[in-house]
């Protein structure tokens, strides 16, 4: 029975052809468009498309990109260990919509940009946009890094897959299909990973319904364990999810994904309109409820059947997100080829991310560091950008704040707009290093219980019991594990400020920023509150309560004869 067993056997050779596969279908995608876009040279061409995508695709690919192998393995581990309240976390994606569709979008459409940063020039100075586009650069480096890091160490521990043979293998092939197709290549890849990514999802549920006698029991099992915990009101943010922590701070959280960051915005801006833009959008909300509904499904199945044998606690995996991988290969063993395809998809989740950043870190190299420096023809910045390609595969969340700024008056000055970047940062840093050092009390982050009541196996320790938590000496547990004496080893924030809800760190920041940027702007003397940029020499206002926007093909300035020339480029006083 799933769950009486200490080991659950390793990959076999139809689930490395699986995994390959995926591989060797991502490729060829960047092998066709090298081909088909072979007599286009330009790099609005390689880093957006041509400007010339649909809504359908690009929707699918804002859903990939969103979805890492993160997403894949550590969702429905949450969901186990802390309930199904998780997926509340699905309102704040109906606010990023429509936050992003109706205020974020028209901007930088009407802009046709190709750098989110370039906005920061023309509404700011250089300075800023240069400390946008490093920031960027440095926060994108990193995270990148652990979307192919972190899932491959998960998957090798548990299938025993070879951890640097499947790095390198996905790290390849994900910057030959970017190298060669570009943007259309990195987008197409996404529909195809996409779809293998929901495969993954569908198969653990089916075999876990089935073996489990119905989704029935499932429901069950999870109503008696705790984890329909949909509905909790508590207002204290100390608490790890309620309805406010997912829905408030995952808004600002999401907001900042798809309202700024430069994999995002590049998606939806290589449309070929801005009303394929706004349906891309809206269709991706679609994608987004899809996947989170999955995820949530699945950390019940994980939960049904491991209800009274955790394998967690009985030391058969040593980090929760260890837990997806072990039911893969717990219930799906007898299935050739079957544990493949689950690999399959969250490697699919890594290159899909890591895909996207690699196209994003090429374009705001070659838009804000290399275009107003030195002077290229645009066939040597489309080979420069393939070469930027290359390099980029081997701090999104507080340019936000610089990009909202002209919403709210004042209109900040530069000095206000740096000096809150530099607060939001560094309050953000402060109680999210001190969130790592100090965790909060389970009573805060409340980890539901674990059983181990059901096992029937020998794993070295003893005094089970039917709420056992986790081995007080696992470096995984998350919550704090102190006794009353050890209170005072903890400093006075310990149970206040670094226990706040991990949802909540992005309003933190975002509203330190925003406070300090226009106390800074008032005390150093307001601009003239305009909202008119200067574009090659001609001012655009940005009045967004106007319906032109909204015409089919009336708003791309790369289709008109308006050229942005960030040289002349100014805000207006």
């Not at 100075?125 to 440095?138: E, P, Q, Y």
């Not at 399959?344 to 996207?356: I, K, M, Q």
Request: with cysteine; aromatic share 12%.
């Amino acid at each position: 029975m799933p769950g009486d067993l200490p080991a659950v056997g390793s990959f076999v050779a139809a689930d490395y052809v699986v995994f390959a596969l995926m591989l060797l279908v991502s490729a060829a995608v960047g092998v066709y468009y090298a081909w088909v876009d072979r007599s286009q040279g330009s790099t609005g061409d390689f880093l957006m498309g041509g400007r010339s995508l649909t809504a359908v695709p690009v929707s699918l690919s804002l859903t990939a990109g969103f979805m890492s192998a993160i997403t894949v393995l550590a969702s429905p581990a949450e969901v186990y260990r802390y309930g199904a309240v998780f997926g509340l976390v699905g309102l704040s994606y109906i606010f990023t919509v429509v936050v992003t569709s109706e205020i974020f979008l028209p901007v930088f459409y009407r802009l046709a940009i190709t750098s989110t940063y370039e906005y920061l020039e023309l509404r700011f100075n250089r300075a800023t946009r240069l400390m946008g586009t490093v920031l960027f650069i440095v926060q994108t480096v990193l995270y990148t890094g652990i979307v192919i890091y972190a899932p491959a160490l998960a998957l090798n521990q548990v299938t025993g897959m070879d951890l640097w043979g499947a790095v390198v293998s996905t790290g390849i092939v994900c910057t030959f299909y970017c190298t060669l197709g570009g943007l259309k290549a990195v987008v197409w890849t996404d529909v195809f990973q996409v779809g293998v990514m929901l495969a993954g999802f569908m198969a653990v549920i089916i075999r876990s319904v089935l073996l489990q006698g119905g989704i029935g029991p499932i429901i069950q099992h999870s109503q008696q364990g705790g984890r329909l915990n949909l509905w909790d009101f508590d207002m204290n943010p100390l608490r790890r999810h309620t309805f406010w922590t997912l829905t408030v701070g995952g808004t600002f959280v999401w907001v900042s994904v798809y309202g700024i960051n430069q994999a995002q915005v590049q998606r939806y801006l290589s449309c070929k309109t801005i009303t394929h833009a706004r349906m891309a959008l809206y269709l991706n909300l679609i994608g987004l409820w899809v996947v989170l509904v999955c995820s949530v499904i699945s950390g019940l199945c994980l939960y049904s059947v491991y209800k009274s044998c955790d394998p967690w606690t009985t030391g058969q995996v040593t980090a929760l997100d260890q837990l997806m991988p072990y039911l893969v290969m717990d219930i799906l063993r007898s299935y050739p080829g079957v544990p493949g395809l689950f690999v399959a998809a969250a490697y699919s989740g890594s290159l899909s991310t890591v895909s996207s950043s690699i196209n994003a870190l090429t374009a705001v190299t070659v838009e804000d560091l290399i275009r107003p420096h030195i002077d290229l023809s645009e066939k040597h910045l489309s080979w420069a950008s393939k070469g930027l390609t290359g390099v980029c595969s081997y701090i999104k969340q507080y340019t936000f704040i610089l990009k909202i700024h002209h919403l709210f008056p004042p209109p900040p000055r530069f000095q206000g707009a740096v000096l809150g970047l530099l607060s939001g940062l560094v309050v953000a840093l402060w109680v999210g290093i001190g969130a790592q050092i100090y965790p909060p009390p389970a009573a805060m982050s409340r980890p539901l219980d674990l059983s181990t009541a059901g096992c029937n196996f020998s794993t070295g320790f003893s005094n089970w019991s039917s709420t056992a938590l986790p081995p007080p000496h696992s470096p995984f547990t998350r919550e704090s594990t102190f006794s009353p004496e050890s209170t005072t080893l903890r400093p006075v924030l310990a149970d206040s400020w670094y226990s706040v809800s991990y949802m909540y760190f992005s309003p933190i920041g975002t509203l330190t920023a925003l406070t300090v940027g226009v106390v800074v702007s008032l005390l150093s003397g307001t601009r003239n509150p305009s909202s008119e940029l200067e574009v090659a020499g001609r001012t655009r206002n940005f009045d967004l309560t106007k319906n032109e926007a909204r015409k089919m093909g009336n708003t791309n300035l790369a289709f008109s004869d308006v050229e942005l020339d960030l040289t002349k480029g100014h805000v207006t006083t």
